[in-house]
């Protein structure tokens, strides 16, 4: 599981570092000491498991939180034991309580482990396909029909096989409703079906007749998704 650890006091920062390198299905990306910068990691790659503490200067935890759309596996860090209700209500995976020894750490990451799993096996046999607004009603869209999503301002274009479809759904509605395995986000105006890309061209995606930019927020997670190396073939 890639690991993103965003921790402001040195010694914490340590400990979680060297507990995480001792477990093998571990792979620690980043180990950040604000939550800002995490937010630009999390748009950026694909994290699995976010190690997160609660009090911090300028932006805590759980605003960090309650800022994404979609967000990783959590297991929160914390020296208080007063948030425990609101992790909860967060559904973080687990609450370690500083100082915590690495027999705890190593039994909240196995549950992030085994919920990360579960999780991909219901994605697996998840519906194929969602049902978006229009103007006036609900749409029934086949995942396998869509190519792509284009933002128009208020609106958001469904490129289809045969049609095109206009919904006042956000980027962040319809990204909760099509898996990460298919779908991906590439530029703060285009979402596209990763099956349909026939060729990337200088940063740049063609389906079939169309396209589309590669913008620099994007792209690194992009390419991860499509298990290429981080640059531009």
């Given at each position: 599981?890639?690991?993103?650890?965003?921790?402001?006091?040195?010694?914490?920062?340590?400990?979680?570092?060297?507990?995480?390198?001792?477990?093998?299905?571990?792979?620690?990306?980043?180990?950040?000491?604000?939550?800002?910068?995490?937010?630009?990691?999390l748009?950026?790659?694909?994290?699995?498991?976010?190690?997160?503490?609660?009090?911090?200067?300028?932006?805590?935890?759980?605003?960090?939180?309650?800022?994404?759309?979609?967000?990783?596996?959590?297991?929160?860090t914390?020296a208080?034991?007063?948030?425990?209700?609101?992790?909860?209500?967060?559904?973080?995976?687990?609450?370690?309580l500083?100082?915590?020894?690495?027999?705890?750490?190593?039994?909240?990451?196995?549950?992030?482990?085994?919920?990360i799993?579960?999780?991909?096996?219901?994605?697996?046999?998840?519906?194929?396909?969602?049902?978006?607004?229009?103007?006036?009603?609900?749409?029934?869209?086949?995942?396998?029909?869509?190519?792509?999503?284009e933002?128009m301002?208020?609106?958001?274009?469904?490129?289809l096989?045969?049609?095109?479809?206009?919904?006042?759904?956000?980027?962040?509605?319809?990204?909760?409703?099509l898996?990460?395995?298919?779908?991906?986000?590439?530029?703060?105006?285009?979402?596209?079906?990763?099956?349909?890309?026939?060729?990337?061209?200088?940063?740049?995606?063609?389906?079939?007749?169309?396209?589309?930019?590669?913008?620099?927020?994007?792209?690194?997670?992009?390419?991860?998704?499509?298990?290429?190396?981080?640059?531009?073939?």
């Amino acid at each position: 599981m890639n690991c993103l650890i965003v921790e402001d006091e040195p010694l914490a920062m340590l400990r979680l570092k060297e507990y995480v390198q001792r477990v093998p299905f571990l792979h620690l990306n980043h180990a950040l000491d604000n939550a800002l910068d995490a937010i630009g990691v999390l748009h950026k790659e694909k994290i699995d498991l976010l190690f997160l503490d609660i009090e911090m200067d300028g932006f805590s935890g759980i605003q960090l939180l309650e800022s994404l759309p979609k967000r990783p596996a959590v297991i929160l860090t914390t020296a208080f034991d007063q948030y425990a209700l609101k992790g909860f209500d967060l559904q973080v995976v687990d609450y370690l309580l500083k100082p915590y020894t690495f027999e705890r750490f190593l039994q909240a990451v196995t549950r992030a482990y085994e919920s990360i799993h579960t999780g991909k096996e219901n994605e697996a046999t998840q519906s194929s396909f969602l049902f978006v607004k229009t103007e006036y009603r609900l749409q029934k869209v086949s995942l396998d029909n869509i190519l792509f999503v284009e933002g128009m301002r208020d609106y958001r274009r469904i490129h289809l096989d045969t049609e095109k479809i206009m919904t006042l759904e956000t980027f962040g509605e319809l990204a909760q409703q099509l898996p990460e395995s298919t779908f991906c986000r590439v530029h703060k105006s285009y979402l596209v079906a990763l099956n349909k890309i026939e060729a990337i061209e200088r940063d740049r995606i063609r389906i079939q007749n169309t396209l589309i930019p590669i913008s620099d927020t994007y792209r690194e997670r992009f390419y991860q998704s499509i298990g290429r190396p981080l640059k531009s073939p």
